[in-house]
């Protein structure tokens, strides 16, 4: 199950599940993007894929949703947090309100994962939670790369992917007598079409590769971090950022 399926990351993974035979169950805020990215989404085997609604900042919703996916799927192994509203306010912005509703996120994602953990110890069964980091989770971001172009990466979104790094390795050491693996998947610089070329640029200069990621770069950590090829990696944040954060 991948939420935010629709988005510019989510489409790319979703794509690398079902290219590895995966049976995806996709989600958006409004059901007919999920509906239309499932009806495109290749099917290898026996593979069955499936749609459902939910917003990462409406418990309500959250509780729909994944039963709507049980309902579909009948089981699900592989929990895929990458819903997220985004923020534009950078901190000379952002009023307090916005910035706890971003940090609503983080909320989602538990309330997602603690639904997954739980359907897996009802039917005695292992699984693996995935929760989208950010390199801005482990570092600040660079204010010329931004000055004059676009606003400061926001501070709200820091401290959200901060708290989920940290959050993964918490959920981790708990549920790993439930066998549920916790992990989490942080890109780097991955824009998105509609940014702006002149802070790309400035962007790649701070990378060691001198170029930005393309969104099915994180297919292959991504499939990894889903299947039984990490069975033993738990409460590990796999960062794929060019080596941004190396430096």
């Given at each position: 199950?991948?939420?935010?399926?629709?988005?510019?990351?989510g489409?790319?993974?979703?794509?690398?599940?079902?290219?590895?035979?995966?049976?995806?169950?996709?989600?958006?805020?409004?059901?007919?993007?999920?509906?239309?990215?499932?009806?495109?989404?290749?099917?290898?085997?026996?593979?069955?894929?499936?749609?459902?609604?939910?917003?990462?900042?409406?418990?309500?919703?959250?509780?729909?949703?994944?039963?709507?996916?049980?309902?579909?799927a009948h089981?699900?192994d592989?929990?895929?947090?990458?819903?997220?509203?985004?923020?534009?306010n950078?901190?000379?912005?952002?009023?307090p309100?916005?910035?706890?509703?971003?940090?609503?996120?983080?909320?989602?994602?538990f309330?997602?994962?603690?639904?997954?953990?739980?359907?897996?110890?009802?039917?005695?069964?292992?699984?693996?939670?995935i929760?989208?980091?950010?390199?801005?989770?482990?570092?600040g971001?660079?204010?010329?790369?931004?000055?004059?172009?676009?606003?400061?990466?926001?501070?709200?979104?820091?401290?959200?992917?901060?708290?989920?790094?940290?959050?993964?390795?918490?959920?981790?050491?708990?549920?790993?007598?439930?066998?549920?693996?916790?992990?989490?998947?942080?890109?780097?610089?991955?824009?998105?079409p509609?940014?702006?070329?002149?802070?790309?640029e400035?962007?790649?200069?701070?990378?060691?590769?001198?170029?930005?990621?393309?969104?099915?770069?994180?297919?292959?950590?991504?499939?990894?971090?889903?299947?039984?090829?990490?069975?033993?990696?738990?409460?590990?944040?796999?960062?794929?950022?060019?080596?941004?954060?190396?430096?």
């Amino acid at each position: 199950m991948l939420t935010g399926a629709s988005g510019y990351l989510g489409q790319a993974m979703s794509l690398g599940l079902a290219q590895a035979g995966a049976s995806v169950v996709v989600s958006s805020r409004t059901l007919d993007k999920s509906q239309s990215l499932a009806a495109e989404l290749p099917v290898i085997g026996n593979a069955q894929h499936h749609a459902v609604q939910i917003d990462h900042l409406d418990p309500d919703s959250i509780e729909s949703g994944f039963a709507a996916a049980i309902a579909a799927a009948h089981q699900i192994d592989v929990l895929v947090a990458n819903g997220h509203e985004a923020l534009a306010n950078d901190w000379k912005q952002v009023s307090p309100e916005q910035f706890n509703r971003q940090l609503q996120n983080a909320t989602g994602y538990f309330l997602l994962a603690r639904h997954l953990r739980n359907h897996l110890v009802k039917h005695n069964a292992p699984g693996s939670i995935i929760m989208l980091g950010s390199m801005y989770g482990l570092v600040g971001s660079y204010p010329d790369a931004y000055q004059d172009l676009a606003n400061a990466s926001p501070v709200a979104y820091h401290a959200l992917k901060g708290g989920v790094l940290q959050m993964v390795r918490h959920l981790a050491v708990y549920w790993a007598e439930d066998h549920v693996r916790v992990n989490a998947l942080s890109p780097g610089p991955f824009p998105a079409p509609a940014a702006s070329p002149e802070m790309i640029e400035k962007l790649k200069q701070k990378s060691p590769m001198k170029r930005m990621g393309q969104p099915q770069e994180l297919i292959g950590p991504l499939v990894f971090l889903a299947s039984e090829a990490s069975s033993y990696v738990t409460g590990h944040n796999l960062v794929v950022d060019g080596g941004w954060t190396a430096w």
